[in-house]
């Protein structure tokens, strides 16, 4: 049974496929965007739409996040595929990838196929599964990736880990190009980064925390690129975090390669005195860095050298965190503290509006080849209503993640969700 027909009036409506943004209304009908109205009133209303006035509330296309993970299968105490959904669907976003490093790992076709299975049973948020580049994650044999992207993997990596022989990531982007697969892959120098609990500067040696350097991720990504020249591959270059690395990626566009790059939420928002007195809700992978590459961060992203953010969304228990910081697990939940952190560039004039939503909505969506992140006439209704100058003040204890480790708590931002819908279906609604 198809949900009722709706009508959005009296919005912001705010599409960066269309480079709108300004008044309007929408109309939802069978799951699909039947109507935009940039602009201009609708009119009258047939009787059979339910009419939500949006109070001049933001509408915009559902969120899209790339990089998601979470416990299932294998560790469901840290989040299930259920409870993720739930937190992303209260963060409007209305599609998520889901990192092959779970237990077993996404190497194979049958695991794929249980996730989108789940999925399907749950009946929240779009959940897509990304498939290992190599078998059980561990950059020694190259996975099937062909039949990987049969059974709906929208693309290959490693999640956490580097693929450290060269050889081995050479055939895993060669034959990823043979069918137009994209790879992802994080830059990260293993021997550098091995162990490594902060960025390498004077803050982590005041507190004697063991370090990577930056440069441990331009190595990489140099190889990388060389590597991408050399295969035609496309890559996704997984969390870029230092300003020595895009210059690397600056000069790997300039040269027509086929790659592009996300970052996170985190490490636009926090830099590495954000870890005080060993706070571990703030040890990530990678590490916070200096305040000179989140600024790098922020211009590479308002540039559009950098066009996606991610959530990075890892939860981890209780137990994983309170430990010696050096000794806690690192990773931060995200799902629902992305849209609010990611206007505070909107509301501080760092970023106009627009631009900010592409990150999260057209941008990735075009990435992957989902029909999703736009408001158009056909298109999936895919939306979020968010009220952009409602103050929020994260809880991490109200969070609907299973974890609770998120470096926002106690953070005051502005931003709130209203309502979430996913192929026409009321998903959340802040009451």
Same mark, same amino acid.
């Given at each position: ?46 009787? &059979? ?184 591959? *496309? ?90 910081? &050096? ?46 992140? *736009? ?11 968010? &009220? ?42 802040? &009451?």
């Amino acid at each position: 049974m198809s949900a009722r027909p709706i009508a959005l009036t009296n919005v912001r409506l705010v599409d960066p496929a269309s480079g709108w943004d300004g008044p309007g209304a929408l109309i939802v009908r069978d799951g699909v965007i039947a109507e935009v109205f940039q602009g201009s009133d609708p009119g009258a209303l047939s009787g &059979d739409l339910q009419v939500i006035d949006g109070v001049g509330a933001m509408l915009a296309p559902g969120l899209v996040d790339l990089r998601v993970k979470t416990g299932e299968p294998g560790a469901e105490t840290k989040e299930t595929l259920k409870s993720a959904a739930f937190a992303a669907a209260a963060g409007g976003v209305t599609s998520i990838v889901v990192q092959p490093d779970t237990d077993p790992v996404i190497d194979d076709p049958s695991v794929a196929d249980f996730i989108l299975r789940r999925t399907r049973d749950i009946e929240m948020v779009h959940v897509y599964p990304a498939g290992a580049a190599t078998k059980g994650a561990r950059g020694e044999r190259m996975a099937e990736i062909g039949l990987l992207a049969e059974a709906g993997c929208v693309y290959v990596t490693d999640a956490d880990r580097s693929i450290v022989d060269s050889k081995v990531m050479r055939r895993v982007l060669s034959y990823a190009a043979s069918f137009g697969v994209l790879v992802a892959h994080r830059p990260a120098d293993p021997w550098l980064s091995a162990g490594a609990a902060a960025s390498e500067g004077e803050f982590a040696g005041r507190r004697g925390l063991p370090s990577t350097p930056p440069i441990a991720e331009k190595i990489m990504l140099e190889r990388d690129l060389a590597l991408v020249e050399l295969t035609g591959a *496309r890559l996704l270059v997984d969390q870029v975090t230092t300003a020595c690395a895009l210059e690397s990626l600056e000069r790997g566009r300039a040269r027509g390669l086929a790659v592009t790059a996300t970052t996170s939420i985190n490490h636009l928002t926090f830099n590495e005195l954000d870890i005080g007195d060993y706070r571990t809700f703030c040890k990530l992978d990678p590490p916070l860095r200096g305040e000179d590459d989140r600024q790098a961060l922020i211009e590479a992203l308002a540039s559009g050298l950098v066009p996606i953010v991610v959530s990075a969304h890892a939860p981890a228990p209780a137990e994983d965190k309170r430990l010696p910081y &050096d000794e806690a697990a690192p990773g931060a939940v995200g799902l629902q503290t992305l849209l609010p952190a990611l206007l505070a560039f909107h509301h501080d004039g760092r970023i106009p509006l627009i631009d900010l939503i592409r990150t999260v909505t057209q941008a990735p969506a075009d990435l992957i080849g989902l029909s999703a992140g *736009r408001l158009a006439k056909g298109a999936p209704a895919d939306l979020v209503l968010c &009220d952009l100058n409602a103050p929020v003040l994260i809880d991490a204890d109200k969070l609907l993640s299973k974890s609770k480790n998120s470096p926002f708590d106690g953070r005051r931002l502005q931003g709130a969700v209203r309502m979430t819908l996913v192929d026409g279906r009321v998903v959340y609604t802040a &009451d």
